[in-house]
């Protein structure tokens, strides 16, 4: 009989991952989320992933019904969990949909089931996950929370969204393990895809995943530091980082208006706020992104005053260039901050962006006819979208893209 396995959370993780499991046709494969319209949506092969390759292959399988789509949690030889790290007001990990999660899985698993765990976590979340299944159920466990009678691994991903099931195949894929039979029985259900499989404990693999996105966060953090500083010396920051980089061990990233995504922004807030003594650069970078903001906002409002402006169009209002993602965009911090003035009109151009997607205000449009060439109109370039190369070429334009 096939193995079952449950992949809970279908966004832009969990969705390639059943996806790929479907399509190994060695397992019964089910997705479960708590959002009853993305469970229909995912039904009629509907998805907010911008990604072609996860339309065509969610449509076939529907077709061939190669995975089943549930709005309760039942047994499962494997959960894989690939439910939001949101943060809290206090800046810590939201851990609720952890929580929730495991309690239901606690309620349903047997002997030998295993759980992974994908979300991006604090350190020790996967031993906490395993204390509420301890206090759930005790037959569970040999007597002692150190002799589990199931397996559980936390396997951070890495996926890039836009290419998704490249990066979910071919990313060097941890696993860390509560012990060494969970970390044999993970490397079996990954390795149906996975490429190159490097096995640690749920510690280090919980730990590597913050340091990965925090190391980002520091080599943007210092690349939008220099663009300030540049810009502040009218000294040219793309013949700067060009030439530094001819150097053979120096690699500087492009800085842009800020940082932002659901991961690079907020996964080193889960290092800083419990070790604040240990990561004082990561403090900084974290200070440095956000002033980067600030710091184009405040040139743009410097026009407007200059200039008299009474229009602004912005091209661009996703978090990067090419996706339809918008979470923690600095573009959109930029727009907000602006739309005090509300005498100025302001046009959001974005290929990817629908009303719903921000707060309507009355001086704000989104994607109108837009008139590149009217008196008093600032045009503002913040994300570079393939769609905007024409603009750049533009004379009459306030470009902070790379
Ligand atoms: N998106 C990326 O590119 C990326 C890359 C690497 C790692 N990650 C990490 O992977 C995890 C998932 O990220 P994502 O981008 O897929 O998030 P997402 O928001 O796109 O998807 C999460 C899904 O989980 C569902 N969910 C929330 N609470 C739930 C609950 N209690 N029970 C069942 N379902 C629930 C939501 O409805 C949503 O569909 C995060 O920890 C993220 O940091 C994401």
């Known amino acids: 009989m096939k193995k079952k396995i449950t992949v809970i959370g279908l966004g832009y993780v969990g969705l390639p991952t059943l996806l790929l499991f479907s399509e190994t ?27 072609k390759k996860v339309k065509i292959i969610l449509k076939k399988n529907i077709k061939k019904k190669n995975f089943d789509i549930h709005d309760k949690l039942s047994r499962s030889d494997v959960f894989i969990i690939t439910v939001p790290s949101n943060i809290n007001k206090k800046l810590r990990q939201n851990i609720l949909p952890l929580t929730d999660v495991v309690e239901k899985i606690s309620d349903v698993l047997e002997e030998k089931n295993l759980i992974i765990i994908e979300t991006t976590s604090e350190l020790g979340t996967t031993d906490y996950l395993k204390e509420i299944i301890f206090r759930k159920n005790k037959k569970l466990f040999n007597g002692s929370i150190t002799k589990p009678k199931f397996f559980m691994a ?37 390795s149906y895809f996975s490429k190159k499989i490097f096995l640690t404990d749920n510690k280090t693999a919980e730990i590597s995943k913050l340091v990965e996105n925090s190391y980002r966060n520091v ?9 300030n500083y540049a810009f502040k010396k009218n000294l040219n920051i793309k013949e700067i980082i060009e030439l530094s980089n001819l150097h053979p061990r120096i690699n500087l990233l492009n800085p842009g208006i800020g940082v932002g995504g659901h991961c690079i922004p907020i996964d080193p807030f889960f290092l800083i706020k419990r070790e604040f003594q240990n990561f004082k650069i990561l403090n900084s970078s974290i200070k440095a992104n956000n002033l980067r903001t600030k710091f184009i906002t405040n040139i743009i409002q ?37 739309s005090k003035f509300k005498k100025i009109k302001l046009n959001i151009h974005d290929p990817y962006i629908f009303s719903s997607t921000l707060k309507t205000k009355k001086n704000l449009s989104i994607n109108p006819k837009i008139n590149l060439n009217k008196k008093f109109l600032l045009n503002v370039l913040l994300v570079s979208h393939k769609k905007y190369k024409k603009l750049k070429k533009l004379s009459k334009i306030l470009d902070f893209t790379f």
């Open 25 to 51: 046709n060695k397992f019964k494969v089910i997705g479960y989320d708590n959002n009853k319209k993305i469970l229909n949506d995912i039904k009629k092969g509907k998805t907010k992933m911008n990604e």
């Open 154 to 190: 936390y396997c951070p991903e890495r996926v890039f969204p836009g290419n998704s099931f490249y990066e979910i195949k071919n990313n060097p894929r941890l696993i860390g393990g509560i012990n060494e039979k969970s970390n044999k029985e993970a490397k079996k259900i990954f």
């Open 219 to 227: 080599q943007i953090g210092f690349v939008n530091e220099l663009a």
């Open 302 to 338: 410097s026009n407007i005053k200059k200039n008299k402006i009474k229009e602004i169009n912005f091209f661009g209002a996703t978090y990067k260039a090419d996706i339809a993602d918008f979470r923690q965009s600095p573009s959109l911090k930029i727009i907000n901050k602006l």
